[in-house]
């Protein structure tokens, strides 16, 4: 299996320091709900010794490298295969309820986009699969086999913010027609041809249609809406939850729920505020933090990160 280069944890530091009043204590329990290579979870086990970690992944491959690099740790890491959204399960094989600390690093790792058979990159030609569970789901050969014309604009538009859309959808649907498009360079020329040349130096025009279908494919933000809802329910007291996104959709969906989270329900100017109506959780800080300019140049992933903390208290239902 092909791991070079490996993949470089985004905003370690940042996450670890952020996570750090709350996975100190004895018995700490970290859920790292995207394992990847474990690049985040070995400096968590590294640095806090009476820490465990249960590390999930949907991608097998992830976890089969994760588990080797992570082996010297013994019964302080605990793998299992599912998707963030699943916490509660994924506790309870570690025979837990909560989490002090809970980690998200969104979207997919550099091994999955370097594995040229996984159809994640545009730049080389593979079949276009883009599951990064392969034992189940559509591909996105079958989405761009089977979905109606309508059906790829709304995902071309609402998933890759694609103001091309309907133009490139138009141009799938003309190209299927002669053959069915299952590789990645077809993909590709379908729609360089479709590109007007005026916006043909403006970005690679595969970029959002691609970062579309990974989307739809693994229903990413699905999964994330529950998976932020569970998460917060997941923390114990004083637990903290940080979350690494690296597209406006995905940061969008994290941004409104902590800020749900973490409003009131009081009507404003009641002088004393019941209990049952505190927010239940606070902002770590407010917004959302990026890499500095340092980090960028190192590596390239963290040039869109958005990065943001909550804390639960303890006046959480
Ligand atoms: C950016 S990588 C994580 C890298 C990791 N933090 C590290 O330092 O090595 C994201 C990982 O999350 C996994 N992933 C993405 N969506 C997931 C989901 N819904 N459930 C579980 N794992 C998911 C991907 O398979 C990928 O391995």
Not at 101 to 118: F, H, K, P, T
Not at 159 to 187: D, F, M, Q, W
Request: include cysteine.
């Amino acid at each position: 299996m092909n791991t070079q280069p490996l993949h470089i944890p985004v905003l370690l530091d940042e996450c670890l320091d952020a996570l750090a009043p709350a996975i100190g204590g004895a018995g700490a329990v970290v859920v790292d709900g995207t394992l990847g290579l474990g690049g985040h979870t070995a400096e968590i086990l590294n640095r806090y010794p009476h820490a465990t970690v249960v590390g999930i992944d949907r991608d097998p491959r992830a976890l089969t490298v994760a588990r080797e690099r992570l082996r010297e740790f013994g019964d302080r890491f605990v793998g299992v295969h599912t998707t963030y959204d699943r916490i509660a399960d994924a506790l309870a094989s570690a025979n837990r309820r909560t989490a002090n600390g809970i980690l998200l690093d969104l979207g997919v790792s550099s091994m999955q986009i370097d594995e040229a058979d996984r159809g994640f990159a545009y730049s080389v030609d593979a079949p276009l699969d883009m599951r990064m569970d392969q034992s189940g789901g559509t591909t996105a050969a079958e989405i761009l086999r089977d979905y109606a014309e309508g059906d790829l604009i709304r995902i071309f538009r609402d998933y890759g913010e694609e103001k091309l859309a309907p133009r490139y959808a138009r141009a799938i649907v003309t190209a299927r027609a002669e053959a069915p498009i299952t590789r990645s360079a077809r993909l590709v020329s379908v729609l360089n041809d479709a590109t007007p040349y005026a916006l043909r130096n403006s970005g690679h025009p595969a970029k959002r249609v691609f970062q579309a279908l990974r989307i739809e494919v693994n229903g990413e933000l699905e999964i994330l809406r529950s998976a932020i809802d569970n998460a917060l329910a997941a923390l114990a007291v004083g637990g903290r939850l940080v979350v690494l996104s690296y597209h406006s959709l995905e940061d969008r969906i994290v941004k409104v729920a902590f800020a749900a989270a973490s409003t009131s329900a009081a009507p404003h100017g009641l002088p004393i505020v019941p209990m049952a109506l505190r927010a239940g959780y606070r902002l770590v800080f407010s917004g959302a933090r990026k890499a500095s300019a340092p980090e960028v140049a190192r590596n390239s992933r963290a040039a869109s990160v958005k990065f943001r903390a909550i804390e639960r208290l303890d006046t959480a239902a």
